[in-house]
Nanobody, 115 residues
Framework: QVQLVESGGGLVQPGGSLRLSCAAS????????MGWYRQAPGKQRELVAR???????IYVDSVKGRFTISRDNAKNTVYLQMNSLKPEDTALYYC?????????WGQGTQVTVSS
């Protein structure tokens, strides 16, 4: 059973930056497309960025140009660098496989963008 542990969230002012990390236990991490999802209060969870095993990166329009996803297969870790943060980015952020979440969800990491 793969366990996912997200970290790096926090409170930041609009225009600020955060770097999220997600560590996965278990083997064969490198063969999966990994994604960062977020869920704002009262909204459905959405996939905002994903990275394939070959390193291709895909973003939802609302974060394109501001967020960068990356991965380190040696560390079984996926990252999300978030710049130029906006209040609408406020959400609980999770990682999992993409497009289908195959593993149990972790606890997520809260990102709050507010002045």
């Amino acid at each position: 059973q793969v366990q996912l542990v997200e970290s790096g969230g926090g409170l930041v002012q609009p225009g600020g930056s955060l770097r999220l990390s997600c560590a996965a236990s278990g083997s064969m991490f490198s063969i999966y497309t990994m994604g960062w999802y977020r869920q704002a209060p009262g909204k459905q969870r959405e996939l905002v960025a994903r990275i394939t095993s070959g390193g291709t990166k895909i973003y939802v329009d609302s974060v394109k140009g501001r967020f960068t996803i990356s991965r380190d297969n040696a560390k079984n870790t996926v990252y999300l660098q978030m710049n130029s943060l906006k209040p609408e980015d406020t959400a609980l952020y999770y990682c999992n496989t993409a497009l289908v979440a195959l593993w149990a969800w972790g606890q997520g990491t809260q990102v709050t963008v507010s002045s």
